[in-house]
């Protein structure tokens, strides 16, 4: 077990805050905050960019709103930009769906839009990439930028709930999003890249408790969420997400079956910390 002396060395984070649990043989933190700009500071890049971006990729309900939730908790000065900020309508899918007419056909116990929507935010060409581009290189350039906040039930922007983020404020920025590994642009802003595992039948049983309240307890709606499942989420993520967790620094299996329900955000913020002092100290020698 080697994170423990890779956080007790250094000079931000000190070995009195972590605590090696023999029972579940890891290191378990003891505060419940982190102040990491020194260690950020260390390893960010010559060029002036001034933001440290996490990638935190997955399928659908895989839990990357909670691993994310869990780091902006825990590390001050940290926040999230979600892939869902830069989603637009598509057709692509759209045409693929009018070979079953029940997808685009309308029913009063779901949801024509609804049922279109799920299949778009399965299609990488409904988000504007141009756009996400802009937004990361004008943080790495230390300027401000404006979030945009998708409400996925509602499915429409909500400008009231907009953010604003400084990265000379907040230098620590994790992306979450089902395909920001497939695009290069975007895969090149990203320092640490993790991927969410979780196995399908525990995920497929998220999605449905998700989809819950608009399938209204309708067995022919219910039916109709599973071929979309079949056809456009499965594809989707064997085509566009399975294909390139390779490029991922870090395989981050699913925690949730476990006793201790902070086991998976605790895991996920050591592998954090350690790979900021390691970059740190492949700075120092390459300085």
Sequence with gaps: MNYFNQIYDDSVLLGKDFRFDKKSKRITPFQKSYNINDSLKKV????????????????????????????????????????????????????????????????????????????????????????????????SEEKQVKIPFFDEKKQKFDPEKDK?????????????GYFIFRNQKIRDFLHLKIYKEVEDDIRLSRLVLREAE???????????????YEKFYKISYDEYIATYKKVANILLP??????????????????????????????????
């Design 44 to 139: 960010l890049l010559k060029d002036g960019k001034s933001a440290f971006f996490i990638g935190l990729c997955g399928e659908q309900a895989s839990g990357k709103k909670k691993i994310s939730e869990y780091f902006n908790k825990h590390i001050n000065k940290s926040d999230t930009i979600c892939e869902m900020s830069f989603f637009k309508s598509g057709e692509k899918e759209r045409k693929l769906a009018k070979e079953d007419e029940y997808l685009i056909k309308d029913y009063d116990y779901y949801s024509k839009d609804r049922r279109l929507y799920l299949i778009d935010r399965c299609n990488p060409d409904c988000y504007d990439y141009d756009k996400f581009y802009e937004t990361l290189k004008s943080l």
């Design 164 to 176: 604003v983020i400084d990265p000379t404020k907040t230098p620590l920025i994790i992306i979450d």
């Design 214 to 228: 608009f399938l209204k307890n309708n067995v022919e709606a219910y039916d109709i969420y599973f071929s979309i």
């Design 254 to 287: 699913d925690y949730n079956l476990t006793e201790d329900n902070e086991v998976e955000g605790d895991e996920t913020l050591e592998f954090l910390l350690s790979n900021l002092i390691n970059y740190s100290k492949k700075r120092k020698k390459s300085n």
